[in-house]
């Protein structure tokens, strides 16, 4: 059968160029980083060139990258890190709703051990207003963590308004670049972050290895101890194949940056305008030009997301309800629910993520069986009525 992966914001294949880096750190150039003969030597020189590729795409110092698990740690490293180091009586942390679970769920932590967080509501754009986030300002916020871009709708977040606030008022601001990070310019010194976390797999590197921006000079308690690796910043023994995938795929991304953010934004646009055009009573959510040009979030009134990726499945064609990581979850996505969709059109909406092995004949292949699957299912609610249809145009 036909296989189209339309789940990139999930995970991403990993390029060949990047296993072809990583395989001699399997085989030959096994050494541990720390150890002083030839083997650790090629395997430390090996760790700070993927340090230096992938500096040059965030237009960073190479000694302000960290080299981490992935997107989750460093989230985690970032809210803990800065909250610990605070020797502040009372600590208050700002944050959004729309966040992905690896800053809300730590912000939740945080809260049980005694720290105020506050969650900034976004409008139906899905993207936060930075005067919302100003206002909730408090003498002993210590972090402002808003992400780059929303995994589940693409909305990208004004970082750059809030790096200036962040600025004037002296608080530390960390982004969660993860879905943002090789799919659009992400440079830390336009966007003024302190820290800003990115993971592998979502730019067609290896699972289990990601990375943490850390601006020179930003004080953080560490999550770990043991070694003095990563400057003391992230003790362990370094992931080298992982790291090398990173570096590569950082190198790819960054040679190919404009001209995949056109191709892969054309491939979208005619993925939504098709799907828009053959089904009716379908919406999209989230703000439509401020968002990732590989991300489309679509509601399909009198259906149910979880049924329609399995049918989409069984025709070969893999998308999601939302993040992976929920997946399973009853709940409509929080994400969804932030932004005031109605609890029908949370339940019914699929997230379709396109990446650079997407090509425009598994775009078609896509919208020659979408119709048929949401006629399909809707025929099958006891809810749909056919009136409802012809009252309303297409794509309304
Ligand atoms: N942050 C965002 C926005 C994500 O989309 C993800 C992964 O889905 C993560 C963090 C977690 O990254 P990782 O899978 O590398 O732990």
Redesign the pocket.
């Known amino acids: 059968m036909r296989r189209v992966y339309l789940d990139n914001?999930?995970t991403t294949p990993v390029a060949p160029e990047v296993l072809e880096a990583m395989k001699p750190y399997f085989l030959d150039d096994y050494g541990n980083a720390s150890s002083i003969h030839w083997y650790g030597q090629r395997a430390r020189a090996a760790i700070e060139a993927s340090r230096e590729q992938l500096a040059r795409l965030l237009n960073s110092r190479s000694s302000e990258i960290v080299f981490t698990s992935?997107?989750?740690?460093s989230?985690n490293q970032s809210l803990f890190g800065i909250v610990g180091a605070s020797r502040a009586e009372t600590k208050h942390v700002i944050t959004t709703t729309i966040e992905?679970s690896?800053v809300l769920h730590t912000a939740k932590e945080l809260e049980k051990r005694g720290v105020r967080v506050t969650y900034v509501p976004v409008g139906s754009s899905g993207i936060v207003n930075p005067a919302d986030i100003e206002k909730a300002i408090a003498p002993d916020t210590v972090l402002i963590s808003v992400?780059h871009a929303n995994?589940e709708l693409g909305t990208l977040q004004p970082i750059e308004a809030i790096g200036r606030i962040a600025r004037e008022h002296d608080i530390y601001l960390h982004t969660?670049a993860?879905?943002s990070v090789g799919k659009i310019p992400v440079d830390v010194a336009s966007l003024g972050v302190d820290l800003l976390?990115l993971?592998a797999?979502?730019l067609h590197g290896p699972k289990g290895v990601?990375a943490l921006y850390i601006r020179k000079g930003t004080i953080l308690r560490p999550l770990m101890y043991g070694g003095h690796h990563e400057r003391d910043r992230r003790p362990g023994t370094e992931n080298v194949p992982g790291i090398v995938g990173l570096g590569k795929a950082a190198e790819l991304a960054s040679e190919c940056l404009a001209e995949e953010m056109e191709r892969v934004g054309a491939l979208r646009d005619r993925l939504e305008e098709g799907v828009l055009s053959s089904v009716p009573l379908a919406t999209v959510s989230g703000d439509k030009s401020k968002r990732l040009p590989t991300t489309s979030n679509i509601s399909f009134d009198y259906i149910e997301g979880e049924g329609f990726v399995i049918a989409m499945d069984l025709k070969g064609v893999a998308c999601s309800t939302g993040?992976?990581?929920s997946s399973g979850s009853i709940e409509p996505s929080h994400v969804l629910t932030a932004i005031g969709r109605k609890y029908e059109q949370a339940r019914s909406a699929i997230r379709f993520s396109l990446g650079h092995f997407t090509t425009p004949e598994e775009v078609d292949y896509t919208l020659e069986v979408l119709p048929r699957v949401v006629e399909q299912l809707r025929s099958l609610s006891p809810h749909y009525k056919k009136d409802a249809v012809s009252a309303q145009p297409a794509g309304a």
Do not use: I, L, R, W
Not at 70 to 73: A, M, P, V
């Open positions: 914001n999930a992935g997107g989750t740690e989230d992905h690896a992400m995994n969660d993860v879905q976390s993971s797999h979502k990601g993040a992976a990581c």
